[in-house]
């Protein structure tokens, strides 16, 4: 329930920060739309075609895709807002993302899939979003540079599967998860934490 | 039968048109058919994924398969004449694109699915092969900034889906949506009709 | 079981060469385990996604994304190993590819699928790891520009499906067709063997 809402909360604003990157090159609004759904529930169509989970959640709840494609538009008037409460579309973000990735992790418990998988599942949800978006608005993917997403999304996963596995109460394991996630993915942006980077500097290749 | 015949000319128009964008990217005959089948049946295909409506359509007929791959290797002979006779091409893809539409939307009804599913399995069908096009290709997505293809199919879909909730003759529905759908098309080519674009030119950002 | 060997050899050689594809773009360990397992293992999960064949290999068998993981980020040390011995890789890179073109195949009999469809298996087996990393690196599909790749994977399909269809045993069928698309790679890189390219020099375009 509590998922639920926040899971709306989430795609919301997933799919607002979705449609400034397709304004950014001038789409028109079924650019804005596909790219704000893209954002906003693409990880979740990606995780559940990788998995064969049928039916996706938006073919299930069309009034998910509603919401995104609505959302999209009215950004399209509200961009100059969107900007300007930047600090809550980040702090929307992030607890979107713990939630994208606890759901992520209960449809592979739910499935009887292995604990890595349940794991791979929550980066899924959380990080394709923001893939596919770079990828229709051709832009270099922000998630496999310089932010810490996919390790959030790990984290939050792990947590979530020790404390099931100790049976901690439902609810309380849901809540713990999503603060530590939040304040994770905060801290991250905060203090500009981030993973390695692999700068490949010799010249030939293999292909 | 008069949509089976009116899909497979638009799958081959859309395949010689795809194997010109190959062609412009200088691709191998591999590439060219890799382009070419995707623009003519990427779009059903990722309808079919997305709806988990197995098996595929060219895997069940694998003739069409291999009428685009034909078709994409004799367009590399035949680009002069693809490019001369672009009036005959734009009529066959508009044709096309009214039967896509028509057809993703029967996908979605026999599958049971909710009207708003198969107007998006409509949109889907008629928009992501051009889509998939223009990604293999590296090139801007034509159809997320200037023309009205998302629309037609959408209203292409919304049409049929109306005339079959007032019990109208099938043959009679299937005419009278392809015929709208392709004069709105070619309207829409002519008097250049757009949908509102979303330029963002504010600074800064979410991400 | 030679097969299954040379699969994990050759998951293993294509993700180290994918990780190189990440480091090239200065991408953070997640994106060189995402871009190392796109390479390796995308073709087999696109091929299944497509012909509805799940679980993915993977999802049964998380040990194989272990092992592409693991590699991948040992590449970002061993970065100056895997381009001295640029030789070797491109050895392993030609037997991996015969063996996932075999294994494409055997998947589509075991669905027992048109024969034609057998061949696209092994293409899509052998061929859109590649499409996939150079997709999300965002550079010019190799695989449809310059080299044989994807004609190596049809013959090595066509031969085992031949041996196959006159009775020829099992493991000598596997050893021949991999033996064959083996040398036929090495010779089509040394000698630079190609597909006619399609150059498209008119202007003007149908869209």
Redesign the interface.
């Known amino acids: 329930m509590l998922l639920s809402i926040i899971y709306i909360i989430g795609i919301t604003a997933e799919a607002m920060?979705g449609?400034?990157s397709?304004?950014?090159?001038?789409?028109?609004?079924?650019?804005?739309m596909?790219?704000a759904s893209a954002t906003a529930i693409g990880g979740g169509?990606v995780r559940d075609?990788?998995?064969?989970n049928?039916?996706?959640t938006w073919?299930k709840h069309?009034e998910y895709?509603?919401i995104t494609c609505v959302a999209g538009v009215l950004?399209?008037w509200l961009?100059?807002w969107?900007?300007k409460f930047?600090g809550v579309?980040?702090r929307l973000?992030a607890l979107g993302l713990a939630a994208f990735s606890i759901i992520g992790c209960q449809v592979g418990i739910n499935m009887g899939?292995?604990y890595?998988?349940c794991v791979?599942a929550a980066i899924v949800t959380g990080?394709f979003g923001g893939?596919l978006r770079d990828?229709?608005c051709?832009q270099?993917?922000?998630?496999?540079?310089?932010e810490l997403?996919?390790?959030v999304a790990m984290v939050v996963a792990g947590l979530y599967l020790l404390l099931q596995h100790y049976g901690i109460n439902d609810n309380l394991t849901i809540i713990i998860s999503l603060v530590t996630g939040y304040f994770i993915r905060m801290a991250s942006v905060r203090f500009n934490w981030?993973?390695?980077?692999?700068?490949?500097k010799?010249e030939?290749?293999?292909?």
């Not at 397709?22 to 804005?32: E, I, L, P, S, T």
């Not at 075609?49 to 064969?52: A, N, T, V």
């Not at 981030?194 to 700068?199: A, E, N, S």
């Open positions: 920060t449609a400034l397709a304004g950014r090159k001038n789409m028109d609004w079924f650019g804005v596909l790219v169509s075609i990788l998995l064969g049928y039916p996706l073919v069309p895709l509603l950004t399209t961009a100059k969107v900007v930047k579309f980040i973000d899939l292995h890595g998988i791979v990080v893939l990828l229709i051709r270099a993917p922000l998630v496999l540079h310089q997403y996919a390790s981030r993973l390695p980077v692999f700068q490949l010799i030939g290749s293999v292909h």
